[in-house]
């Protein structure tokens, strides 16, 4: 099956070709859905101007080759092409996407290598209700591309390494290893470090100790590093305890943090220095890419070594884009980073282009992500000021969704399952529905809601399809009818579900998993008016209809199912 949208192009395109030379043949023919048919095609009022002829005048000439079309054609008002489908090819159609294990999802050819860069919380640090957003777009991304054939290399770079760490280091050497690691793997990271911080700006032995211990770090002493190690391990256990909790597909085999990188770092910018990409300016290394001034009008630098000797975030950056360039072979390497990081990567990727690091061949795309917002439309804390723990926001989640089904008769294991995936794919949704680079507010109540485009309202949507599937006493997998698309609800539904495979195609090409938020919505919302005005397994119901009406029901819930994996929402049973 095929999207009806790419269909018809494709058959208006041949119609263009054939009634006015194939010199029109790739003319876009502005195919939109439309409330007067199904869809509607516009090229004839752009046509006509071109070829000094009335634009209805046009249209007619199109629709007279479209005869053999599966449906109708109607010229409309100024030559608006009005175009309604027969519903037994929408029916066919659909049968021949039941049929296929992928859902008409089709794959990337040739497939490509693709390294996305996301989450990267900072391991000095609690992570925080902003590391959210980096971590579950990014992968709804990997998600999509090895869906749809890619080879994806996850790349979670942590801030792990730096002068922070030592004094972090001898805060642990102060309180005992023990206690150390027992706080780390309690979520704890931020008041470790506030502790060590004090230490450091009123204790000058202790200062003296933590700038001692950086060079040891930096120097690769072992008993430095395994205290780094116990440090790192037990923070990491942690960060996997959120991941879990989320879904998150990150695993420790895909951390590439800043310490990956530090032994490239002293090559990196020999490397640049020799090929005359980055010169000393100030006592500093520095690339100067074309194209980038300050409020001064004076070329802006990129910074590859502070004047002092010691490296930055460009460094690494620089450093890391080469090796997910030359070792990985990466094809696309996608940055899911916050948008206060623009100029940053605009400007390594220039450098990394001027220093023939990144090919014309390869793509590095920063995929920005908005700041997430307290309902009085500033940055999201807690009442006293600070940053909000992710997992103190997870949890309140799970005890609102806990709340939200508390009347509905569960045992407290069912219950509390139940709780843990709607609170999850609520606070996942709620930031997949928006686009990545948008800001949104964080509201409990709207993202909770069992209406509206809302996580709960897709998994509802399933769980009531699953309803249907147990009364009628049969497994989903199992129906085995056609489907028919009598009634208008019916017919709705599966023309919409068809859209799905090439949906996929242009979202993961485009990052904006925001798109198949959207589509699951209007899927759920299709299917409530379908539930409504198309009974299925009520008294009433001719054996014929009912099992034809199964079908597109099992349709629909494999969409439904697919699309919210790709999300990375999870599904309960029942709720």
Request: hydrophobic letters at 45%; proline letters at 6%.
């Given at each position: 099956m095929t999207d009806p949208q790419?269909?018809?192009?494709?058959?208006?395109?041949?119609?263009?070709?054939?009634?006015?030379?194939?010199?029109?043949?790739?003319?876009?023919?502005?195919?939109?859905?439309?409330?007067?048919?199904?869809?509607?095609?516009?090229?004839?009022?752009?046509?006509?101007?071109?070829?000094?002829?009335?634009?209805?005048?046009?249209?007619?000439?199109?629709?007279?080759?479209?005869?053999?079309?599966?449906g109708t054609v109607e010229v409309s008002g100024p030559g608006f092409l009005n175009i309604t489908l027969d519903d037994?090819?929408?029916?066919?159609?659909?049968?021949?996407?039941?049929?296929?294990?992928?859902?008409?999802?089709?794959?990337?050819?040739?497939?490509?290598?693709?390294?996305?860069?996301?989450?990267?919380?900072?391991?000095?640090?609690?992570?925080?209700?902003?590391?959210?957003?980096?971590?579950?777009?990014g992968d709804s991304l990997a998600r999509l591309h090895e869906h749809l054939g890619n080879t994806v290399i996850r790349q979670n770079h942590l801030g792990d390494w730096g002068t922070p760490f030592g004094m972090l280091i001898e805060h642990l050497l102060d309180i005992g290893e023990e206690a150390a690691v027992a706080q780390l793997e309690a979520g704890m990271g931020t008041e470790f470090y506030q502790a060590a911080r004090v230490k450091f700006d009123g204790d000058e032995a202790f200062r003296q100790r933590a700038r001692s211990r950086v060079t040891t770090l930096q120097g690769g002493d072992p008993t430095t590093m395994r205290l780094w190690h116990v440090f790192m391990d037990a923070t990491v256990r942690y960060f996997n305890k959120l991941y879990e909790l989320l879904g998150v597909t990150l695993t420790n085999a895909d951390i590439a943090g800043e310490s990956m990188y530090n032994p490239m770092l002293e090559r990196t910018c020999d490397d640049l220095e020799a090929s005359g990409t980055a010169v000393m300016s100030e006592g500093a290394l520095c690339v100067f890419p074309p194209g980038f001034t300050g409020s001064d009008d004076k070329p802006l630098p990129l910074i590859i070594r502070k004047s002092d000797g010691g490296y930055g975030y460009a460094t690494t950056d620089m450093a890391a884009i080469r090796y997910r360039v030359h070792d990985l072979k990466a094809d696309r390497i996608l940055y899911v980073v916050g948008n206060e990081q623009t100029l940053h990567f605009k400007m390594v990727f220039a450098a990394a282009k001027l220093a023939g690091w990144l090919p014309d061949s390869v793509s590095a795309e920063h995929i920005q992500i908005g700041m997430m917002l307290g309902k009085d439309g500033r940055r999201f804390r807690t009442r006293s000021g600070e940053s909000a723990k992710l997992m103190d926001l997870l949890q309140e989640a799970i005890d609102r969704a806990s709340a939200a089904i508390s009347e509905r008769g569960y045992d407290e294991a069912t219950r509390n399952e139940i709780a843990r995936y709607v609170g999850m794919g609520a606070v996942k949704y709620a930031d997949l529905s928006v686009s990545h680079d948008s800001?949104?507010?964080?509201?409990?109540?709207?993202?909770?809601?069992?209406?509206?485009?809302?996580?709960?309202?897709?998994?509802?949507?399933?769980?009531?399809?699953?309803?249907?599937?147990?009364?009628?006493?049969?497994?989903?997998?199992?129906?085995?009818?056609?489907?028919?698309?009598?009634?208008?609800?019916?017919?709705?539904?599966?023309?919409?579900?068809?859209?799905?495979?090439?949906?996929?195609?242009?979202?993961?090409?485009?990052?904006?998993?925001?798109?198949?938020?959207?589509?699951?919505?209007?899927?759920?919302?299709?299917?409530?008016?379908?539930?409504?005005?198309?009974?299925?397994?009520?008294?009433?119901?001719?054996?014929?209809?009912?099992?034809?009406?199964?079908?597109?029901?099992?349709?629909?819930?494999?969409?439904?199912?697919?699309?919210?994996?790709?999300?990375?929402?999870?599904?309960?049973?029942?709720?």
């Open positions: 790419i269909v018809l192009t494709e058959r208006v395109q041949q119609a263009l070709a054939h009634a006015f030379g194939p010199e029109h043949a790739d003319a876009d023919p502005l195919i939109r859905p439309s409330q007067f048919a199904d869809f509607q095609a516009n090229v004839a009022l752009s046509l006509g101007k071109r070829l000094r002829r009335a634009p209805r005048e046009v249209a007619e000439a199109i629709k007279a080759e479209l005869s053999d079309f599966p037994s090819w929408i029916a066919s159609e659909a049968q021949q996407m039941a049929a296929d294990p992928r859902l008409g999802v089709g794959m990337i050819t040739p497939s490509q290598t693709v390294v996305v860069d996301y989450s990267a919380p900072n391991a000095a640090k609690e992570m925080h209700v902003g590391h959210l957003r980096t971590t579950i777009v800001e949104y507010v964080l509201d409990f109540d709207r993202m909770l809601s069992f209406t509206g485009n809302t996580g709960p309202y897709i998994q509802y949507a399933t769980a009531r399809i699953r309803s249907i599937f147990r009364k009628a006493g049969i497994q989903p997998a199992n129906v085995k009818a056609s489907i028919v698309l009598a009634a208008p609800a019916e017919r709705a539904l599966g023309l919409h579900l068809l859209g799905f495979g090439e949906l996929l195609m242009q979202i993961t090409a485009d990052s904006e998993p925001h798109r198949l938020c959207n589509f699951l919505f209007q899927t759920a919302s299709l299917f409530s008016t379908f539930f409504e005005e198309c009974p299925v397994i009520k008294a009433g119901v001719d054996p014929e209809t009912r099992d034809h009406r199964l079908a597109l029901c099992a349709l629909t819930l494999r969409v439904l199912e697919t699309g919210l994996d790709l999300l990375g929402v999870p599904v309960p049973e029942r709720m």
